[in-house]
Structures are given as structure tokens and as C-alpha cells.
């Protein structure tokens, strides 16, 4: 019947998707989702006050700590999947979603993801892609980060290159996925993470290389916003509307050389 050939075909592109990326997490929505190391997927069982812990700075001993707490006081688990030696991990089809993942990953891989809030707990020794995600948020710690046609992304991350972006609007990065140990971005209470190049955007559809693109904003540590140009000509303030932090360029003055 065409009911059983539907469930076939599911089957099929299932499997599929679990060879290509050994773990994947689709089609769910108005959730709390946590993932545990062991693979474990727990469903609405995350309490508040877990979700503020992730949603901020971290030791970088915290999260291993955290995971052995979590994990000997879970009782009831409602899924189990086989990603817990995952060398990457797929999240796709997410909607009004809050995640947590624990497990060790060496990529992940977002896709089509709208208005969540995504929590990596464990550095991920490899690359992040983004794409299609909306009016999110995504705190991460990787070692190169890929985001295309996504808008209005808020980025807490650490990441050793600088990030690149593609079909881009409204992006927001942050360096404040570690604690701050007071020495700048060299180390920041990341473990020897190496320096954070979170500020260091590339834009591949903004080739000027005296202005800077519109397509982004970059937050200090002191909860500014920061327009550094590498040719330092333009200098930026940040301007608060309606909530949504705005860049306001200034342009630079040209100043008038007399005669000689």
C-alpha cells in the first residue's frame, strides 16, 4: 500500500541520514530536548534551572562535571539512539525547540531550524554548519563555524578561525561561550582552547574592504557592540530599539589639506 511504501522510503532516508552523519535529531517542535554523552535522549525532562546553567558562560571543567551530575540523576529516559560515538551529529526540522547536547562530536550539522535555542555543553573538535536558521540562538565551542541563508542568529560561540557567513542577515556574535579569566581573547578560561577568533567574520557577499558589512554585529565581552575594520576607517556605536541592538555607522571625516 502507499501507506507502508511512505514508511519505507522514511526508513530508507533514516538510515541514510544516520550512515552519512551517525547521530540525527528531526522534525520536532515545542520541546526541551537533552542529549545525553551515552546518547540517551531525554524529552521535556530538563528543568529551568538547567537551562539557565547552559545559557551562559562556562568553566571549561564545568561541562564533564555536569554531565556525570545529570546523567546518575536521571531516572526515566524516553529514547535512545545510536550517537553516543557519533563522529558528527545532524539537527534538522526544529521548531520553537530548546536543545541540549553533552556528546562528543567532531562536526554538526544544523539545517532549517526556527526560533530554538540550541546549547552545546562539550567543545566540538570540528566544524559547525548553519544553514536556514531563523530567529534562534546557538552557544557552541568549535573549531571552524559555517553559517548560511540564516537571519537574526544570535552566536555565543568559541571558534579557532574566523567565522563565515553566506546569505546572511541580522547575525549576532559572541565570544562569551567560556568564562572570562581577565586575559583577553589568548585563552579566556577555555582550557587551552587556543585564541578566540569570533570577531574575525568574513561575509562572502560583502567584497568592500573598507566598509564593513550590515549583515552582522559583533558583541565584546563588556556587552558592546564592535565595528573593527581592518583598515580602521569606519567606527560604530551601538544604538538600543525596541530591544534589538542596531549598529549605527559613522563615517569617517575627511579632513582638508590647504595649499601648500
Same mark, same amino acid.
Given at each position: 500500500?502507499?501507506?507502508?511504501?511512505?514508511?519505507?522510503?522514511?526508513?530508507?532516508?533514516?538510515?541514510?541520514?544516520?550512515?552519512?552523519?551517525?547521530?540525527?535529531?528531526?522534525?520536532?517542535?515545542?520541546?526541551?530536548?537533552?542529549?545525553?554523552?551515552?546518547?540517551?535522549? !531525554?524529552?521535556?525532562?530538563?528543568?529551568?534551572?538547567?537551562?539557565?546553567?547552559?545559557?551562559?558562560?562556562?568553566?571549561?571543567?564545568?561541562?564533564?562535571?555536569?554531565?556525570?551530575?545529570?546523567?546518575?540523576?536521571?531516572?526515566?529516559?524516553?529514547?535512545?539512539?545510536?550517537?553516543?560515538?557519533?563522529?558528527?551529529?545532524?539537527?534538522?526540522?526544529?521548531?520553537?525547540?530548546?536543545?541540549?547536547?553533552?556528546?562528543?562530536? *567532531?562536526?554538526?550539522?544544523?539545517?532549517? &531550524?526556527?526560533?530554538? !535555542?540550541?546549547? &552545546?555543553?562539550?567543545?566540538?573538535? =570540528?566544524?559547525? *554548519?548553519?544553514?536556514?536558521?531563523?530567529?534562534?540562538?546557538?552557544?557552541?565551542?568549535?573549531?571552524?563555524?559555517?553559517?548560511?541563508?540564516?537571519?537574526?542568529?544570535?552566536?555565543?560561540?568559541?571558534?579557532?578561525?574566523?567565522? &563565515?557567513?553566506?546569505?546572511?542577515?541580522?547575525?549576532?556574535?559572541? =565570544?562569551?561561550?567560556?568564562?572570562?579569566?581577565?586575559?583577553?581573547?589568548?585563552?579566556?578560561?577555555?582550557?587551552?582552547?587556543?585564541?578566540?577568533?569570533?570577531?574575525?567574520?568574513?561575509?562572502?557577499?560583502?567584497?568592500?574592504?573598507?566598509? !564593513?558589512?550590515?549583515?552582522?554585529?559583533?558583541?565584546? !565581552?563588556?556587552?558592546?557592540?564592535?565595528?573593527?575594520?581592518?583598515?580602521?576607517?569606519?567606527?560604530?556605536?551601538?544604538?538600543?530599539?525596541?530591544?534589538?541592538?542596531?549598529?549605527?555607522?559613522?563615517?569617517?571625516?575627511?579632513?582638508?589639506?590647504?595649499?601648500?
Amino acid at each position: 500500500s502507499t501507506s507502508k511504501q511512505q514508511q519505507q522510503q522514511q526508513q530508507q532516508q533514516q538510515q541514510h541520514l544516520t550512515s552519512q552523519y551517525g547521530g540525527v535529531l528531526e522534525n520536532k517542535s515545542n520541546c526541551t530536548i537533552e542529549i545525553l554523552a551515552d546518547g540517551t535522549v !531525554k524529552v521535556n525532562e530538563t528543568t529551568d534551572e538547567q537551562l539557565k546553567l547552559y545559557a551562559v558562560p562556562r568553566s571549561c571543567n564545568y561541562s564533564s562535571t555536569q554531565q556525570q551530575s545529570d546523567k546518575a540523576s536521571s531516572s526515566s529516559t524516553t529514547t535512545t539512539v545510536a550517537a553516543s560515538d557519533a563522529s558528527s551529529y545532524l539537527l534538522q526540522n526544529l521548531r520553537n525547540t530548546t536543545l541540549l547536547i553533552h556528546s562528543p562530536l *567532531h562536526s554538526l550539522h544544523l539545517q532549517h &531550524i526556527q526560533n530554538c !535555542k540550541i546549547y &552545546i555543553s562539550t567543545p566540538i573538535i =570540528g566544524p559547525v *554548519h548553519v544553514t536556514d536558521v531563523i530567529k534562534s540562538e546557538i552557544r557552541a565551542s568549535c573549531y571552524q563555524l559555517r553559517v548560511h541563508d540564516s537571519k537574526e542568529v544570535r552566536l555565543g560561540v568559541w571558534v579557532r578561525s574566523g567565522p &563565515i557567513i553566506e546569505d546572511c542577515s541580522g547575525m549576532v556574535f559572541e =565570544g562569551n561561550y567560556y568564562l572570562d579569566n581577565g586575559d583577553g581573547n589568548e585563552d579566556g578560561g577555555s582550557g587551552g582552547a587556543g585564541r578566540n577568533m569570533f570577531w574575525d567574520v568574513k561575509d562572502f557577499n560583502w567584497l568592500r574592504a573598507l566598509r !564593513k558589512s550590515p549583515n552582522f554585529v559583533v558583541v565584546t !565581552k563588556e556587552g558592546k557592540l564592535e565595528n573593527k575594520e581592518r583598515e580602521g576607517s569606519i567606527t560604530a556605536r551601538p544604538q538600543r530599539e525596541d530591544n534589538v541592538e542596531r549598529l549605527v555607522v559613522k563615517e569617517p571625516k575627511l579632513e582638508e589639506k590647504g595649499d601648500s
